[in-house]
């Protein structure tokens, strides 16, 4: 049995349809012809033996090996095929539409594969979940009509529906594998009612439920049984999340037996979605990948114990090879594609696969062989397919434009070779390898790389931080960073407990509660001083100045001069002191003052000076004293913009400023940065500028 297996697979794109035969030519299987028009779907039967496609007016099935056409079937506007497991029965599924005769579209078709015979129809609207279930020895087959759950027989179809089951709200079924098969109903969650999932023996769906369970938060769910059918595990998923802390909504595992004596959640000790789960081909373990990114994989047992922890890493995909020997780790999707394989005698680290891009990931039934392929539409460029060894190198490539489907041709783990205690080596990878290798040290070479690789980029830094080694803080948790930690007991991992504080929100920012000059947060009790509002000493003197925005000054504002010289904004009016006046100012720095002016007064209930507040006042928010502005005994505060220093300072002032932007480029000199030129005059002018600064006897 094992001389007759071969590495076969199919792949669909849209000007090719084709099959290709394994290691290690990987050339195409003699005899098939590619169809001249563009194939809508292919399907290969459970046991590998058959092969089908669908074209616009024609469905043809073949025998796997060989390519020979065994039926023609004139059926047009077929998008999906499915075969029995045993490739008895043919299912075929075409769009619902209307007839103009007002009759039911049978649009749900099952064929005879010996004969071509149609043996029996359906009406089938949606195209999700339109295959019919079938036991592995086809005795019967089972499909969900809305709440309803039909069971046929296969050998007779022409007698109809033989048993059902009635189960309100039901969304979903699935039938179990094994000699014993069992029928998973779940119940989607609906006005306030839990959801549920209900395990029914097949042959006695009269009865009652041989194990149930129910749960709230499970809008649709994922079933899936392990191979003996014995336990099925359920994700459960809603649409939204209320906590508003995933797009995807919240998940959740459950894991029941068959048998009905034992039922449990799988709890997960972080945070987050569960991204994909999978049992083991043994039914005695299974593995799932969860949390925020950097995700954890965990191993369980058949009972959720904990066997091993696989580490945090950019993983979203987990498969197990048919023969439950190796383990493949891998992100695909927004993730880099990077693939991790694990051996599970030991669980140590086997090999790992750099494949970006990856949109589909397959095992090969003899466990040694993984193909990876880039689909269309998920990406229109670089589509193809590559097949890896699982010691890590590649073995094979298939660059085909606007690919659309690719598989490996099924087999039965007994018909294969079996799988070697050690690693077995790579095979000699054929010539599209190489070629394959020299295309992209060409597109290297063009792109201006070296030596032919990729070129490096790494995350930007700014010019301060490069040259040295990245803080922990900013590491991901796989990488050598530091922990996720929540913090004050809680669970959000949004709350920033490891953010630097300068990128955290601890600091009040200015005018809030607790906000003071210098940085310094003075407490509660004190005063805060208003920019524009009068002096509080002034109104404790009681000189009240009426010439804001409130007072009767604002009314009687000076005039602009007919020889164009600007009005002060501010003037004070006819009968005020001449010390009130505020500095001339511009414009536009009169317009900010005024308006500040005017929000102060506002608060302070429309009056035309602020009232202070004492520090056990009944005010609801804090007033804190500004000690740093300089207010006269006017009650006017100074004009912005006006520092009050000569020229002798400011000279100095900007002299100093040089001095230091020579002294951090000193800096980064000693660190062996690479300074331009303007840099180096710089440098070289910083005497001058010293001679120049002690000339002003300025300290």
Known sequence: MAAQYSQQYAFRAQKSLGLVSGAPDYAAVPGFESPDVAARTYVYSADGRLYA?????????????????????????????????????????????????????????????????????????AQDGWQIQYTISESHAIRLVSSEVQVFRPSEWSKGIVDKLKVE???????????????????????????????????????????????????????????????????????????????????????????????????????????????SPNSKEFGVVYGYMPAKT??????????????????????????????????????????????????????????????????????????????????????????????????????????????????????????????????????????????????????????????????????????????AIFKREDEGGLPASYGGGSSNPGSGANTPTRYRGGTPVPGAPGYGPNGSHQGQGQRRHVPGAPSPSSNNNGNHNNNGPGGEGAKKKRKPKKDGAPALANAPAEGDEADAAPAPQTKRAGKKNANANANANSAAGGSGSATPVAGGSSSPFPIVEDAGADVGDSGVPPTPGVDGLDA?????????????????????????????????????????IRKELAGLQVA
């Open 53 to 125: 496609y669908a074209l616009s007016t024609v469905v043809r099935i073949f025998q796997a090996e060989g390519a020979q056409l065994l039926q023609e079937l004139a059926l047009p506007n077929i998008v999906e095929l499915d075969f029995s497991p045993r490739g008895t029965y043919l299912s075929t599924w075409e769009r619902h539409t209307k007839l103009e005769e007002g009759s039911q579209h049978k649009n749900l078709r099952v064929f005879s594969v010996s004969t071509g015979e149609e043996l029996i129809s359906f009406t089938q609207k």
């Open 169 to 279: 709200g039901a969304t979903s079924v699935a039938l179990s594998p094994g000699l014993n098969p069992s029928v998973a109903v779940f119940v989607a969650e609906k006005k306030g009612a839990p959801a549920s999932i209900k395990v029914y023996g097949l042959l006695t769906l009269t009865g009652a439920p041989t194990c149930q369970k129910t749960f709230f938060k499970a809008d649709r769910a994922q079933i899936k049984w392990n191979t003996l059918g014995t336990q099925v595990l359920l994700l459960t998923q809603t649409e939204v999340d209320n906590s508003n802390k995933s797009y995807y909504g919240e998940t959740g595992l459950y894991l029941l037996s068959a048998a009905g004596n034992f039922d449990c959640r799988v709890t997960l000790d972080k945070e987050g979605p569960i991204h994909d789960f999978a049992w």
């Open 298 to 471: 965990m191993l369980f047992d058949q009972r959720v114990r904990s066997l091993h922890d696989f580490g945090p890493g950019p993983h979203n995909f987990i498969s197990f090879n048919p023969q439950g020997r190796l383990i493949l780790i891998a992100g695909f999707g927004n993730l880099a594609g990077k693939m991790t394989l694990f051996d599970r005698r030991t669980l140590t680290k086997a090999s790992s696969i750099d494949a970006p891009n990856t949109s589909h990931c397959e095992w090969s039934p003899d466990g040694r062989f993984i193909m990876t392929a880039t689909l269309s539409p998920r990406l229109r460029v670089d589509n193809g397919i590559k097949v890896w060894h699982c010691s890590g190198p590649l073995v094979h490539v298939q660059l085909t434009e606007e690919l659309y489907q690719t598989s490996w041709k099924p087999a039965n783990v007994d018909s294969v070779p079996q799988f070697p205690p050690q690693l077995p080596p790579a095979p000699t990878p054929s010539e599209s390898v190489a070629a394959y290798e020299a295309t992209q040290q060409k597109k290297s070479a063009a792109a201006g790389t070296i030596g032919g690789g990729e070129k490096k980029v790494g995350a930007y830094r700014p010019p301060g931080a490069r040259g040295l080694a990245t803080p």
């Open 648 to 688: 002798a300072a400011k000279k100095a002032r900007n002299l100093n400023k040089k001095l230091k932007a020579i002294d951090e480029l000193k800096e980064k000199q000693k660190r062996g940065e690479r300074l331009e030129a303007t840099q180096l005059r710089k440098i070289e002018g910083e005497a001058e």
